[in-house]
Structure formats: C-alpha cells, structure tokens
C-alpha cells in the first residue's frame, strides 16, 4: 500500500478537535465529529490492506489480527495501565468502581456497550470518566472482527459483488441510524453501538474499493470542499445536534471527498501533508488513547468540571508530549516487530496483558469502598412508598402523545392515601427534578401527579422561545420547546378542571440573561414575540413577564391554581461524579452572589403582576438554601447532597423541598 502524508495529516484533524473539545474549548463544539473522521479512514486502511493482500493471496484472518493487535493492543494497554494508581489515588468509591467496570470492558473490546449502559442525564459526569473515549475503540474492534468474514465469504465472486454487498450494508446501517435518530429510540443506543455506526467505517471500504479500480481522482475542488465539511462540522455542530443522524453524513462525506480526491499534489493535499499535520497524524492513536484520561485525573485532583484556560492548554499539551513518548517506545518498536516480532508474542502479550487488566478491573471493582473519605450521598434513607410510571406509559397515563426525543413524562401514583386530587408539573428538567416532591404529595396528601418535561424549555405558552441570539439558525431542542409549548397549552385547556393544581418550574434564568459562572458559560436565550423578531436582548424580562402572565391567565381560566417555583441557586461546580465533602464545601456559591442572580427571576415576576391574581403562589425555593444568617448557601445537610449537578435537585434535595412544599405552599391550595 503507497504512503499518503495527506492521510496522516488527516488523522491529525480528526484527533485535535477531539481533544479540544473534550478539554472544554467551546469554539471546537463539534469536535466530537473527529471519531466519525477516524471511522472513515480506518475503514478505508484496512480494506485497502486486505484487498491487497486477497490479490497476491497472502491474506489469513490470523494475519489480519495480528496487524490490528499490533496497532491497537500495546499503546492501549500502557495506558490502561497507567490509569491505574491515578484512579485509584484520586476517585471516590463510585468512580473507582465505574473505572474498574470500564477496565474489564476495555481489555473484552465491549466498552461502546459499558458506556451504552451507564448513560443517561444524571450519570456520573461524562467529563470524570477516564476510559469514555474507548467506546469508538469497541466499536472499531466489533468492526475489525465481523467485516474480514464478509470479505472472505463474498471474495470468490469478485470485487464487483463485495462493492455491491458494502453498498447495501452501508445504506441499511445508514438508515438504521437516522431513523433511530429521530424515533424514541434510546439515543445513546444510537450513538454506542456498532449497527448504528458501521456505514461511517464502510464508507471508507466504499472508497478503498473505488480508489483500487479507478485510483485516486485527483479533484481540487472536490478535495477542498470535503476539509470546509469537516471544518463546517467541528465549528458549527454542538450539544444539541442531533447526532449520529442526517447531519453526521456532512464529517463522513467530508473525509471521502478528502481521501478519494486530494492527492499530495492538491491544495488540501499539500496543506495536509506540512509536516507539522503529519508529525501529529503520526502520534494521533496514541494522542487519542491519553487525552481523556489527562483531562479527567487533572478535573479530579482540582476538583473542577469545568477547566480554565491554563488548564487547557496544559491538558493538551501534555496529551501530545505523552503521546509522542508512547509512539517513539512503544507503538514504532511494536509495529516495526523490533519488539514482540512473532505473531506468537503479540498474541501472548494480547492474552498475559488482557488477563492482567481483568484481574486488576475485578479487584478494583470488588475493594472500591476503601475509595475516599467520608462521602455525601444524594438519595433519602428511605424512599416514599408510591408506584411510578414513566415515558410510554406516563404519557399514556396522562393522555399527552411523545412529541421528540427532548419530551418526557413521569406520573407519580399514591399507594397508601388516596385523594381526589391531580397535580400537573410542567417545565424542562427543573420540573424532572421535582420528582422527589412529587412523591411526598403523593404520599402524604393522595395527589396524583403528573411530570411532563422538554428539555431547556420553560413552560410559557406565549412568545417564541428562542435558543441563543441567532433567531436565523433554528436548533432542534429549540423547535421541540416551542412545538411542546403549543401541546401543553391545548392540553390544559381542553383538561379545564381536570387539575386541581398547575406547577411551572424551570431553569428561568435561561431566558432572563446570559452570564458566566466559574468557567462555564450559561445559555443567553430570550422569549421574544415571534418567530421573525428582531431579537431585542434589552426586553428579555418585559417579553418573558407578558409571557408568563399570558401562560398563568390560561391556567387559571382552566379551573386551575397555579404555582411558579424558583430555581435552587446554581453550585459554583457541577457536583456530578463528586462525593467528597471538599468538593461540596468549594461548590458553595455565596448568598449575596445568589440573590443577584435570583433578583431577576423575582423582578420579572412582578413585572408580570401574577402574583396579585388569586389562585396564584410563588415557591421561592431560593429560602431554603440560602439563609441571612450564612455568608454561603448550602447545598448539603451532613453527610445528604441537596443537589444532583450544578443546578438539579438531588432526590434527598426533591425531598426536602416537597417538605418545604406542604409546609409554605400546599395548606393554601386546599
């Protein structure tokens, strides 16, 4: 197989967006997109070299294991295992032991599928776990085991026909993935798994087979247009992207027309083969293997999801000094078989280390309560006794239809008392998180519940919900929130009566000004009057108040009461993945700091005159964390987290609050 620089160089544009953005730097939003990058031209290398060797028939599955075990094993297991002491040194019990589980699903080639089973919102955060970014790595070698026996079995009948089979395959995983991208299918089901992913590595086996029939067309303009792509997607794509889908097609597409037609000899071929693309495209594997664990034991040893600059650049920094260091003594001497030349010492070196990692990820796994100190749980001592239903039959409870995958519906039941009461809960996840009070008024009042949520979407029926300043580039979520608006509007409306209660809670100050908090940066979204408004930044309250009375009249006209909750003050770190007392204890934002950004909601609330309607309580939940007597708000009670993340109540937090609840609010809606 000829040497292509322009390859190497593009390796190295698929793995330093991935490192900048997973170090936090937000002009790299999309830079996730640089695995689907390496899928392409992985699934191209390695079709090239089997092609190569079917034709001079040198090619065996053991010698094709051998050269992947070769690339992958060795640099992989040196940093697993240097993993290791940091782990051990630096995580809480919940930490070790989700690390432990990661170890053993790495050294089986399963983590995709580990990782699949451990996500969801209020998971340990993404940002503490070392071994994440091996998900691509299982679902690569799933690939490297499953597509050689395709070859074989399709080889005797030519190159034709096993283009005709990659063709088929391609477009099946393809719309398997863009349909589950926009079904109630489990979108991390979509993102983990290899069914959904496949096309983006048979793509590049799609262009190796063009490539060894016509050769590479050479195309200025087609090999340029592919790295704008590529760029396209690592500066505009972000967190609401709905992704894989549709839109992962524009990185995939980008890399074809990059390999397929961007010789040495194009502008994007030369630009990709200055050396300094190159020297990082070489080290790139190994660049990739070591930045997500730097950047997690650097978090864990400050304490700090969110790093600042310095911390960036040391991150990546480190992340490349390391990552050539393993090239130069570990991958190049391994590879070139100075080291481990037999294909009888790489499988026993695959088998000895393989062996040594499980043994190490179950023993971890088994002692990973002597982790840390004295810890802060987030759950009660002991649960409500109610039943609850969640999304299908929630909103099959509740009579609402699941509109996207942004929507969910939770219904709390009582199982003890039961009154002739329904309570509705509307809001984006500030509402989730009142689950908690949802099975104190079940349980101690009878009331039925209801939970319906849409993602960063307040529950205001009137004006447009807009995400951001760019009115012109509308967002998925934020066409969801807008559409859902709409739904429950009709829905309380046509319910008049049905409801003896209404809660609307959400993270308001969304929508009533951007600002930053530590180093992160929170949404400037704004509720202007239509779709086509110029956005108007300095009448976001004025908008947000005719919003809300708007919302609060309707209520009231459907026979309801309404109850607006203000947001618990947001913790100065996401406490996510954190257990330890120093951690709670520097999350602490203080009051007076709190109250100013609480006076906004309050201002905009008596700008909105509802509170002066009868049948209309403000739960200023702000008061329950925030005392005169206290420099500090907190956000624990001994040893019991009030707080999930930075923002959402924990379920203990959702408890005190439902206490708090039937004590201020719940007597003067009888």
Known sequence: MKYRSEIDGLRALAVLPVILFHAGFNSFSGGFVGVDVFFVISGYLITTIMIDDMKHHRFSLSGFYERRARRILPALSFVLVCCIPPAILLSNQGQLESFAKSLVATSTFSSNIFFWSESGYFDTASSLKPLLHTWSLGVEEQFYILFPLLVLFVWNRGEEALFRWVVRLAVVSLAVCIWSSRSYIDPNLNFYFLHTRAWELLAGSLVALIIRKRGVLKNELVGFSGLLLILISVFTFGEHTTFPGLYTLTPVLGTVCIILCATGSTVTGRLLSLNVFVGVGVISYSAYLWHQPILTFIRLFFMESQLNVVFQALSVLSTLIFAYLTWLFIESPIRTKKVLKTKRDIFLFTLYSSFFLLVIGFTLYKNSAVAGGDVITKEPDEKRPVNLLTEEDAFNHIGLKKSSTFNHAFVTLPKTVVGNCKILILGDSHAGHLRGLSEIVADTQGCE???????????????????????????????????????????????AGEYKTVVLSARWNWFLGGNEYGYKWIRENSVIPSRNDEIGLEDRRKNFSASLAGTVKDILSADSKVVIFSQPPMQMIDLRGFDEVSAYDRARPERLDALERQSNFDAAIKDSSVLELSGVYYAKIFDIFCTETEVTCKNRERNKSLYMDDDHLSLYGSYKVGEWFLDNIQHQLQ
């Open 449 to 495: 519940v209801h939970i319906a949520t849409s993602s960063g979407c307040p529950p205001l029926f009137y004006g447009y919900k807009l995400f951001g300043n760019d009115h012109k580039k509308k967002k998925l979520e934020e066409i969801a929130c807008n559409q859902q608006t709409k739904i429950w509007q009709g829905f309380v409306l046509d319910n």
